[in-house]
């Protein structure tokens, strides 16, 4: 679940005044304090070590650094500064280790913060530089008892409703954030290139055709990509996985050499004069360009919004010119998108979208390409933004 906070302060990296702000902040949302958790919650919020904290690890470290270091107030630590003493960091390093070490001590958790930096012969200072340490970006430490350096941080008002376990950390950086986000994302799709590159490999030295490889590629992809059990019911009974209220229909206003288009079945092919060149199958463009002459005074961009294609003709259905189908008045509009070219950036691809989009026309060529498109935008601008206001 990714939540969204509102007036969060932001993080400045180098000043140390904002860091109060933020702890306060944090303080108001996350806590690990097991004081009012039922033993239910308690038990849910606890770090167990598993097989996978020890993933790829040479020493026997958790790699989600738990056990959490005890904290007497919730901190912002940065990374020690790069010209600190060596010798110095050093000792600061051991002093970590003793400190990693004392916490994985069962008895450290009947401790106080107080009592457990008196066992380890330390000062407050010296604690906080030893965690520096370890640190290559800025880090914030929730206020933690010793008792708690086994729980994950929650929220308590998330956890009364979930119920379940949760583990929820305040990102400083952006950068930081978004790689989290994208890695938790592709988790189950790791290793997946590799296995992808190895069918590649198997399609450049076979002889399938393109459409082949494309499939096995399709094929690999799908077999190999790991699924929820929710995903795969959902994918076994055709259900969809996602719904909206507003269908949404694009529109290809590229250049006419760049749009993509469907060739024709081998059977419809066969079926054309052999002089013919209308070896594609018509799209909204040429539905438009077809359309009756009821319609003549819709834009492309209405007709696209408010028209439904169809092959079959039916009671409120109007046919299309050249006996290239029909089409059916919506009784809900559809939102459109389109490329969306930007004057400043490529005005001749704008005028000509937006004359296409907003001006009727019959015959693409005629009506606007071979035209001055810059004196027909100027004699149409007051039609045009009317109609995209609509
Ligand atoms: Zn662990």
Known sequence: MLLWLKDVPSFNIDSIESDQEICDFVDSIVTCSTDNLSDNLVKMQTHHHSHTCYKGRK???????????????????????????????????????????????????????????????????????????????????????????????????????????????????AFGAATYIIDYINKSNRGMSQILKEVLQQIREGKDSLRKGLTKISNTFYNNSELSIQEACYNILQIPLSKSSEECVFIPTFPMAERVRLVKSQNKLEELDEDSTEIFESGLIEHYANRPDSLKHESLAEFAANFTYSSVHTKTSLPLKNNSGYVTRRSKSRVIRYRNYHYEIDPQNYLRENLMLFMPWTNEINDILDKDMEQLFASHSHTINEKKII
Do not use: W
């Open 59 to 173: 020493n026997s470290q958790c790699r989600f650094n738990i056990p959490y270091y005890p904290m007497r107030c919730t901190t912002i630590l940065r990374p020690l500064p790069e010209d600190f003493p060596g010798q110095q960091r050093k000792k600061y390093e051991k002093i970590l280790e003793l400190v990693k070490q004392q916490l994985t001590d069962k008895d450290t958790m009947k401790m106080s913060y107080k009592i457990l930096l008196h066992t380890l012969n330390i000062h407050q200072d010296e604690y906080l530089l030893a965690i520096r340490t370890s640190l290559s970006k800025p880090q914030l430490y929730l206020r933690r008892d010793p008792k708690d350096i086994l729980i994950s941080p929650y929220c308590k008002k998330i956890i009364d409703l979930m119920r379940s376990n949760i583990n929820i950390q305040f990102v400083l950086d």
